[in-house]
């Protein structure tokens, strides 16, 4: 019987270790699995959208007029995210390698400059994203579910083909 421990405790290792699983350790907290569902896989979003969001710090905003999402300013108009950039999204956030976990967070104030908008039926979430703290925040239906700092610069990039004429996104290394 113990011989067939190891090859059983190896097969389970090898079968076992899909980027999904990987992910499910990686969020601890049940509460971030359906907006991480719908993140996921943004075909079955019926809406999908992301907004620029003002930045700066709260002394120094810009624009005090725009519309508020989590006590963010909303400086442009939502853009819809077509069927390629849904794509695009989906495997940037299904990557394990985009997210890592800081064991001191670093001495950020999260100011997110994007704010994406994913919504299937009573599902609503939000992913604010923090460029300065590399930091994102899931919101399910209005409640904060989830944060996790980030280290993919292809998070960027894609972030700045949305975003082609803000000179204040485009400038970020």
């Known amino acids: 019987m113990k011989h067939l421990l190891l090859p059983t405790i190896a097969a389970l290792v090898l079968l076992g270790c899909g980027a999904k699983?990987?992910?499910?350790?990686?969020?601890?907290?049940?509460?971030?699995?359906?907006?991480?569902?719908?993140?996921?896989?943004?075909?079955?979003?019926?809406?999908?959208?992301?907004?620029?969001?003002?930045?700066?710090?709260?002394?120094?905003?810009?624009?005090?007029?725009?519309?508020?999402?989590?006590?963010?300013?909303?400086?442009?108009?939502?853009?819809?995210?077509?069927?390629?950039?849904?794509?695009?999204?989906?495997?940037?956030?299904?990557?394990?390698?985009?997210?890592f976990r800081h064991s001191v967070p670093p001495d950020c104030l999260f100011r997110p400059g994007v704010a994406f908008h994913f919504t299937e039926k009573n599902i609503k979430v939000d992913l604010l994203v923090c460029f300065s703290c590399k930091e994102l925040r899931y919101y399910l239906n209005g409640q904060i579910v989830g944060t996790s700092y980030f280290r993919s610069h292809e998070f960027l990039k894609f972030t700045k083909k949305l975003f082609p004429d803000d000179k204040n996104l485009q400038s970020l290394k």
Request: glycine fraction near 4%.
């Open 21 to 99: 699983r990987n992910m499910q350790w990686q969020w601890a907290n049940v509460k971030i699995e359906p907006a991480y569902a719908l993140a996921s896989d943004l075909s079955k979003a019926t809406i999908c959208e992301v907004y620029r969001v003002d930045d700066s710090y709260p002394n120094k905003q810009k624009i005090q007029s725009g519309g508020h999402l989590h006590g963010y300013t909303v400086i442009a108009n939502a853009i819809p995210l077509s069927k390629k950039s849904r794509v695009v999204l989906s495997r940037i956030l299904t990557n394990t390698d985009t997210y």
